[in-house]
């Protein structure tokens, strides 16, 4: 069974996206902000990340960086999800997809789906 991470600060959408994703047959984790999501994923290998780049303590761009030095692996399965007019002007390099708040949850589960049968380094 594929592993999804889902970093999200706004409790609704955390709880929508593990309840979605676990419905769709994947094992979810969620993380409330970057320090907790960095810290699952030392801890943990995940097949994708959904990732908010607007969060409390650490934000996303924080955590991205986190991936290239520690996880360039994991930062290519990564899907931002996001809010934030900087990513809009800036997306983020190397990441999978982007997809702004609100986002259109089919086209969010395309690639996800898409990303999940990419080959992984353990692989």
Same mark, same amino acid.
């Given at each position: 069974? *594929?592993?999804? $991470?889902?970093?999200?600060? %706004?409790?609704?959408? +955390?709880?929508?996206? %593990? +309840?979605?994703?676990?419905? !769709?047959?994947? =094992?979810?984790?969620?993380? !409330?902000?970057?320090?907790?999501?960095?810290?699952?994923?030392?801890?943990? &290998?995940?097949? @994708?990340?959904?990732?908010?780049?607007?969060?409390?303590?650490?934000?996303?761009? &924080?955590? $991205?960086?986190?991936?290239?030095? =520690?996880?360039?692996?994991?930062? /290519?399965? =990564?899907?931002?999800?996001? @809010?934030?007019?900087? @990513?809009? *002007? #800036?997306?983020? #390099?190397?990441?999978?997809?982007?997809?702004? *708040?609100?986002?259109?949850? /089919? @086209? $969010?589960?395309?690639?996800?789906?898409?990303?999940?049968?990419?080959? =992984? !380094?353990?692989?």
């Amino acid at each position: 069974m *594929k592993r999804v $991470l889902v970093c999200e600060d %706004d409790r609704g959408i +955390r709880a929508f996206l %593990d +309840r979605f994703m676990s419905r !769709a047959g994947y =094992t979810v984790d969620v993380a !409330a902000d970057g320090r907790d999501c960095m810290e699952k994923m030392e801890q943990n &290998e995940y097949d @994708a990340v959904l990732l908010d780049l607007m969060m409390p303590n650490i934000d996303g761009y &924080e955590v $991205l960086d986190f991936l290239r030095q =520690t996880r360039p692996d994991t930062l /290519g399965r =990564t899907l931002i999800i996001s @809010a934030s007019s900087r @990513a809009f *002007k #800036d997306p983020p #390099d190397g990441v999978a997809g982007f997809f702004s *708040k609100p986002f259109d949850l /089919g @086209a $969010l589960q395309d690639r996800l789906a898409a990303v999940l049968q990419r080959p =992984t !380094a353990e692989s």
